[in-house]
Nanobody, 121 residues
Framework: QVQLVESGGGLVQAGGSLRLSCAAS????????MGWFRQAPGKEREFVAT????????YYTDSVKGRFTISRDNAKNTVYLQMNSLKPEDTNVYYC??????????????WGQGTQVTVSS
């Protein structure tokens, strides 16, 4: 089992930045890829970014390319999502996940509880 805890969400003005963190505990010896997803009320959870265990491979959804950066520090069992140039449409609950490298919800076995990001216009 892996436990994931997100932090760093909050309220920010459009054009601002936030950095989300996701701390993993438990069975962290397994070489999981990590992903970030987001979900608005009444909508399906959507992929944001993923990073391989080594950090050498990353992939982003088109709407965040050039604005968001995913990274990880395996020594700290933590993955980050640096979000710059935030837009009101980025307002969502953000979830981190551990599993296989990919962009689908089904690729991931473990999920955090989510952190709210609100971008005001």
């Amino acid at each position: 089992q892996v436990q994931l805890v997100e932090s760093g969400g909050g309220l920010v003005q459009a054009g601002g930045s936030l950095r989300l963190s996701c701390a993993a505990s438990g069975r962290t010896s397994t070489r999981y890829a990590m992903g970030w997803f987001r979900q608005a009320p009444g909508k399906e959870r959507e992929f944001v970014a993923t990073i391989s265990w080594s950090g050498s491979s990353t992939y982003y959804t088109d709407s965040v390319k050039g604005r968001f950066t995913i990274s990880r520090d395996n020594a700290k069992n933590t993955v980050y999502l640096q979000m710059n140039s935030l837009k009101p449409e980025d307002t969502n609950v953000y979830y981190c996940a551990a599993g296989r490298y990919g962009s689908s919800v089904g690729s991931y076995d473990y999920w955090g509880q989510g952190t709210q990001v609100t971008v005001s216009s």
